[in-house]
Each structure stands twice: as C-alpha cells, then as structure tokens.
C-alpha cells in the first residue's frame, strides 16, 4: 500500500489530455495524494486557460483535437515559466526531442502509470520549491545561492540567469541543468549523475533529453555550440562546467 506523502497543498496541476476516462482515473490518483487537479480536453482552449490560470504545472498530452501539444507548449512558454510534462504514446526519439525544443521539461510515454507520473511531478515542483526558498535558507549558509563566471551570473533563489546584465530565457528544466553544472563547476557530471539529480530515476543510457537541453542552453549563455568553452562535452564521462571559460 502506498503512503500518502507530504505535499505542499497549494500545488496547482492543469492536465491536457482528450481522453476523459485517463485524465480522469489521473486527477482522482494525484488529488488523493494532496495536489489539486484541473483538467481540460481541447488543445485549441488549453494556451489561454495556461496563461489565465499559471498551474504550478502542466501535464500535456502530445496528440490533442485543435491544437497539438507541441504548438500549444512552442506558445506557452514566452508567459509560463512552470514545468510542463509531455505525455506521448509514441517511441519515436524525434517526438520527444521535439518536445524539449519546444520547452518541455520532462516527457513520460504512455500507457502513464499513476506512481510515476505523481514522482515525476512532485521531483520538479520540490526543486521549483526549494529554489524559490534558498534565498532566505541558504543565508548565511555553506551552499551559495548566485554564482558568477564573468558575464554570466546565475542565481538559484529567483531561477534566473544572467549574460551581460541581460536576463536569459530558461525554461525551468533549462535553469535545473544550468544550476547543476554550474554549482558543480570544474567537475565532469557523468549523464548518469545529471539524470538521477534532475529527474529522480535511473539513466537508461538511451535518453537524450540531457543532450538536447546542453544544446539550446550554450548559445543562451554565449558558448559556441559547435566548439563550446564553458560547458564541454567529455567524451565517454559527460559534461563539465568551466570556471574560466
């Protein structure tokens, strides 16, 4: 039997899915276990209910009648910052690579099994948490709360960054990696260690959703994408974050 884990009550889930029976078995699932749960089946009223209601998070279903998830998430993200979870029935890489250019933050294939879905969720929105309450915790505290390298800065408690005094646009599974190699500077993270404090499950060696995010996040922060001096990539260990780029 499971036990009904602490959770902050106030968390807001908006779920994006046609398949009434599913989203429905879904809400029951999450709301027994303390969030609160909004559902919508139209993918064509989902952006505006998204920008009207900002849910702590987004549960968005790839294949929607008037409006596909990866429209819908391209169009969200220039006024939501919270984390969006693609769900996809299918396997196809190119799907989910897709999905994470658009912004997505984390995709879960389908048939969805409730306890994953609910780990998944609660991983991301622990860290939104933490990180919004770092700045009055971590006062006075050994673990920093803004790192700079030069132009750049990168601050934890207000899950922004900085190149050249001109704010960068992160999504918010974007700023966790960024954070995580940054706090790590002049230390290689293996994939394996990145997967594991980022998505709270073990790396199956196949995915590439770390590569992608490495990606879209170099040219952001001014690195060249083809020959990268701040974060680089370690053949057979993984990335590391330079101090001194």
Known sequence: MDGVEQTNESWRILIVEDDERLAELTREYLESNGLTVSLEANGAAAVERIRNEQPDLVVLDLVLPGEDGLSICRKVRPFYNGPIVMLTARTDDLDQVLGLEMGADDYISKPVKPRVLLARIRAMLRRVSEAAQAGGDDEGGEEPVRL???????????????????????????????????????????????????????????????????????????????????IKTVRSKGYLFVKEA
């Open 148 to 230: 700079q390298f030069n132009d750049l800065v990168v601050d934890r408690s207000m899950r922004e960054a900085w190149l050249n005094d001109q704010s960068i646009d992160l999504t918010s599974a974007e700023f966790d990696l960024l954070w995580l190699l940054a706090s790590n500077a002049g230390r290689v993270l293996s994939r394996e260690e990145i997967f594991t404090a980022l998505r709270g499950i073990e790396y199956d060696g196949q995915d590439r959703s770390i590569d992608v995010r490495v990606s879209r996040i170099r040219p952001k922060i001014g690195d060249d994408p083809i020959h990268p001096r701040r």
